[in-house]
């Protein structure tokens, strides 16, 4: 991702959600993403959206517009996506609030972060933790 500069991000994790208004939804009220951007196709189906959190972003649309990206991921698995936080526990008693499912509450890691672990609408794996590794060469 791009230093904290405020720059754009070089990788964006890209997810498809049978349900993207749903993931959406979650996404931004139990994790904390704040929505930069939506377009849907004129069936209402979200056909791109992108989420920004800190300095990072993730975009997502729904499974099944038949475009080349859904074309290509028809028969994919789901994806595990690591997100840096300031505060875990807070950051985790949102997602709780909200509903969300937890695989691991908040751990002290043996390496320093602090972390836990909760599963999306779409069965994708979300990490939230203290650890920022560094990027730069």
Do not use: C
Not at 62 to 76: L, N, Q
Not at 102 to 121: C, E, F, K, N
Request: proline letters at 4%; hydrophobic letters at 35%; zero cysteines.
């Amino acid at each position: 991702m791009a230093g904290t500069d405020g720059g754009r991000p070089s990788i964006y994790p890209t997810l498809l959600y049978a349900d993207a208004k749903a993931a959406i939804k979650q996404l931004t009220e139990a994790f904390g993403f704040t929505e930069a951007s939506v377009y849907e196709g004129e069936d209402g189906k979200v056909l791109h959206a992108e989420l920004v959190q800190g300095n990072g972003a993730v975009m997502l649309g729904s499974r099944g517009t038949g475009g080349r990206f859904d074309e290509a991921m028809k028969d994919s698995g789901h994806t595990g996506v690591y997100v840096v936080v300031d505060d875990i526990d807070a950051h985790h008693q949102r997602a709780v609030d909200h509903g969300a499912e937890i695989l691991m509450p908040p751990t002290d890691q043996d390496y320093g972060s602090r972390d836990y672990m909760a599963r999306d609408v779409g069965g994708n794996i979300w990490s939230f933790g203290t650890y920022a590794p560094e990027t730069r060469a």
